[in-house]
């Protein structure tokens, strides 16, 4: 089945074992977006795709994930900068320097959530 099929018809299941077990990066990446538009920000895949923004090996991979997690909405892109501080960081109290600092980071999707997060946040 395609992961177009899959994400038409929500399988979140096929969608995650398709991002964690696929050898090819082309179909993580995919997996990664389709999980984005799937899933809702309660449910298991988000730390799925936390683990891929932040572990995967390729750099296409990750920016999917990023992109999803910012599909997700929620806090998800909070959590996201909280693991990337290594989990020392709480979500609800992310000091703004690691988001400024983002902002400055290599990584087209990883300034683009950061500016979401300051956003966001300025909003409230």
């Keep these: 089945m395609s992961i177009y099929q899959l994400e038409r018809d929500g ?5 995650r074992k398709l991002l964690v077990g ?3 990066a082309a179909v993580r990446g995919r997996a990664a ?5 799937v899933v809702a920000a309660e449910d298991g895949s988000i730390d799925v795709l936390l683990r891929t923004a932040t572990e995967d090996d390729d750099a296409r991979v990750r ?3 990023i992109d999803a997690l910012d599909e997700v909405g929620g806090d ?3 959590r996201l900068f909280a693991e990337l501080e290594g989990g020392t ?3 609800d109290e992310l000091p703004v320097e690691i988001l400024v600092d983002a902002l400055h980071d290599d990584t087209p999707e ?3 959530a950061a500016a ?9």
């Design 63 to 65: 920016a999917a994930a």
């Design 33 to 37: 977006e389709a999980l984005g538009e």
């Design 89 to 91: 960081v709480d979500e």
């Design 22 to 24: 696929s050898d090819s």
């Design 110 to 112: 990883l300034r683009m």
């Design 116 to 124: 979401a997060v300051i956003g966001h946040d300025s909003l409230a």
């Design 76 to 78: 998800a892109l909070r």
């Design 11 to 15: 399988d979140v299941d096929e969608l």
